[in-house]
């Protein structure tokens, strides 16, 4: 399925059915080519799906000024399915623009090529594939939106009923710097513009807590945890013991129109 038009916009954005690509779109009123593996819910100027196989989206990547590249594999069973979804999908990317088309990567904190976690793997090996291009990476952990527009980590903090232990991934020690979401799309915005920087930049939040100390924050003071065991192997991994909390000081030095937003769950 495919809707074109005679003057195609300048971004296109793979994955932009993501809870982070239907914000971006909405940031630039649908004036995008999103290229998706399903149509459901996306409201673009031009959507192609099954992008990784249409020659249509390899031609729109071609055409495109500036790709943000948000498509992935997150909580897979197995390694195959990494490879496929975050490694091979970048190669796909990388191969199709045209020489110094802005890429922005949405990546993750700890990405490691050699790293045993396979998310943070894929996503390393998929840093490679852009490191010698026109990219901007911006590696993130956590991504919130407050009680207006909750995400995954505010639910999470949040968590709990009838003074329940609130159910959270590890023990409570690990270091978070949540992102709000309006200052993700916002710092992509930013990236997708000729002559932004490229390189490699922690996209995180103002302000480091520990889990347990967010959880406490979010319900008024101290607050029973538990264990979390539904998790996918390798994202339980990734929350429980994450590598680092990150540091803005770059990004905010990079990209000096963007300002932090001070999250409270």
Do not use: C
């Not at 031009?46 to 948000?70: E, F, M, N, Q, S």
């Amino acid at each position: 399925m495919m809707t074109q038009h005679v003057n195609g916009p300048r971004v296109a954005i793979t994955g932009a059915n993501s809870r982070t690509g239907q914000q971006l779109l909405a940031d630039l009123g649908g004036d995008a080519v999103a290229l998706v593996r399903r149509a459901d819910g996306v409201n673009a100027r031009t959507v192609i799906t099954d992008w990784t196989t249409a020659p249509a989206a390899v031609a729109a990547l071609g055409r495109a000024g500036a790709v943000v590249h948000l498509a992935g594999n997150f909580g897979a069973p197995n390694w195959e399915d990494y490879l496929a979804g975050t490694v091979a999908t970048t190669r796909l990317v990388a191969d199709s623009v045209t020489p110094g088309t802005r890429i922005v990567y949405l990546s993750q904190l700890g990405a490691d090529s050699f790293a045993e976690n396979w998310y943070e793997r894929a996503k390393g090996m998929a840093e490679d594939v852009l490191a010698p291009m026109n990219a901007t990476v911006f590696r993130i952990s956590a991504i919130v939106g407050g009680r207006e527009n909750p995400q995954p980590f505010d639910f999470m903090v949040r968590g709990g009923d009838d003074g329940a232990p609130v159910p959270i991934a590890g023990d409570g020690s690990q270091h978070f710097r949540p992102i709000h979401i309006n200052d993700v799309v916002h710092a992509i915005s930013l990236a997708t513009q000729p002559g932004s920087p490229s390189g490699v930049y922690d996209l995180v939040g103002p302000e480091e807590h520990t889990m347990q100390e967010w959880v406490d924050i979010a319900h008024g003071g101290h607050t029973r945890t538990t264990r979390r065991t539904d998790l996918p192997p390798a994202i339980d991994d990734l929350l429980a013991n994450p590598v680092t909390a990150g540091d803005p000081t770059a990004l905010l030095a990079a990209f000096p129109e963007l300002h932090l937003t001070d999250w409270r769950p």
